[in-house]
């Protein structure tokens, strides 16, 4: 196939157009700068420059552009969100970039698409020891706060356009927390990189927080799997075996690259400096992957995160 693929130049567009390249497709990747379009040559991935949230630029740069399929990665993350406010550009991405790609994935011709997605879908908070799966719990309910709900509404709002636009087969993949070799610094690489700066502190193994994880190689195979055998409709939990908290997986990448032990500090002292980190940090989530096993035959290649972890070094 030849896919479209938008957030080519980001960390997992990265990982998903090395093994759509390494299973035979071709990648068209889109970019909103120069410098992610000399990479992506780098890479051996045509490049498209433009912004998902300019429709008529967006609109101009595929013109005259055909793909059999789309996938929609994007997003403005940088580095770890803190606040509310740090999400805002990828909540955009997420609600008017995904109505603006849709145009742009019909106007290609390409008659599959898959998105990008996450288990803080399913909404921020404590879900307790039940397992999660695609059916038995709603998808992005109404948020407890209105900043909540800007988050929600992108979820929302992304998958609504994936399963609604007309002449699309539409898919997404819920993700869990990303992890994995980086590119440029990206990834797990700079999470190690500020624990040896002693820049990274952890909160205190009583708080109750546990997250599914996913490999970023793993979300790479599962985009493959998603596009050559993913059932129109659906989505799929791409997550490995075994929920924890942000503060096991980092103390293991400490323990695992020698670097210091990160610091431990009250989870007091993340609410008024860090209101989307303390949200993340309290949510408690276990997601099934067995629909994705059984429909996309996927599983993941590091059944849990201390797999990943020792296969970075």
């Known amino acids: 196939m030849r896919v479209l693929l938008a957030g080519a130049s980001g960390v997992l567009g990265r990982h998903m157009s090395a093994a759509l390249v390494r299973s035979g497709h071709e990648v068209v990747g889109l970019t909103r700068s120069p410098d992610g379009a000399r990479r992506l040559r780098d890479d051996g991935v045509e490049p498209v420059v433009a912004d ?17 399929a789309a996938v929609h990665a994007a997003t403005a993350l940088r580095k770890p969100p803190m606040r509310h406010s740090d999400m805002t550009a990828t909540d955009a991405l997420r609600v008017w970039g995904s109505r603006n790609f849709a145009e742009a994935v019909q106007a290609v011709g390409a008659r599959r698409l898959v998105v990008e997605s996450m288990h803080f879908g399913y909404g921020y908070g404590d879900f307790g020891d039940r397992v999660i799966t695609e059916s038995n719990t709603p998808w992005a309910p109404p948020g407890r706060t209105p900043a909540l709900e800007r988050h929600l509404e992108g979820f929302r709002v992304k998958e609504h356009v994936a399963f609604h636009t007309e002449g699309v087969e539409g898919i997404s993949l819920r993700f869990g927390a990303l992890y ?15 624990l040896r700066k002693r820049a990274l502190p952890v909160v205190s193994e009583r708080v109750r927080g546990s997250l599914p994880w996913t490999h970023l190689e793993d979300a790479g195979t599962a985009t493959v799997a998603a596009l050559e055998r993913g059932r129109p409709g659906a989505a799929y939990h791409i997550v490995d075996d075994e929920s924890a908290s942000m503060t096991a ?43 994705a096993r059984a429909e996309l035959s996927w599983e993941p290649v590091y059944p849990t995160y201390r797999d990943g972890i020792k296969a970075l070094r």
């Not at 998902?52 to 059999?68: F, Y």
């Open 52 to 68: 998902l949230l300019d429709r008529d630029g967006l609109l101009r740069a595929v013109d005259g552009q055909r793909a059999d």
């Open 180 to 194: 994995g070799p980086g590119y440029g610094g990206g990834g797990s690489d700079a999470i190690v990189e500020m």
């Open 249 to 291: 997986h980092v103390r293991y990448l400490a323990e695992t690259f020698g670097t210091p032990k990160p610091m431990t500090v009250p989870l007091w002292v993340i609410r008024p400096v860090g209101p989307y980190l303390h949200a993340f940090l309290t949510t408690v989530a276990r997601l099934s992957n067995a629909t």
